[in-house]
């Protein structure tokens, strides 16, 4: 496996774990309707998902952008054996990396933002009709 690959599992791996973790809580709501303390729980499973491997991806697709100069050429920083010249392989996985920097960095903490809010609103919610406000 080369270090693309990694770089590419480190990425797709987190996601596909979130998406794993709503499956019995779709399926709950498509045969009725979940309680609100599973969906709060598979929301703050996927927000403790997201900040454990946050700072792993993004060093990861940081890591595929850093080329250091040597005498026969460009290497990757981080695997020497790898070339950072101009093809199209290299082209690919540099947009990847881009495309990840963007995604992940700004937008996991913009929906790490958004469901602790949205947790917080639920909370309120559940509390001032437990109340009866």
Known sequence: MTF???????AV??????????CPVLYK???GKPGNEEI????????????????????????VLLCDKFDNGARL??????????????AR???????GLVVYPLGGECCILVLARVCVLLT???L???SQC
Do not use: H, N
């Open 4 to 10: 693309y690959d990694q770089t590419m599992l480190k």
């Open 13 to 22: 791996g987190p996601v596909v774990a979130i998406s794993l973790l709503s």
């Open 29 to 31: 709501k498509l045969r």
């Open 40 to 63: 709060q729980t598979m929301k703050r499973l996927g927000l403790l998902l997201l900040e454990l491997t946050l700072p792993t991806i993004t060093t990861s697709l940081i890591q």
């Open 77 to 90: 920083r981080v695997m020497l054996t790898l070339r950072c010249d101009d093809s199209d392989e290299r």
């Open 93 to 99: 996985w540099v947009a990847f990396a881009v495309i």
């Open 124 to 126: 309120r919610t559940v």
């Open 128 to 130: 001032c009709v437990q």
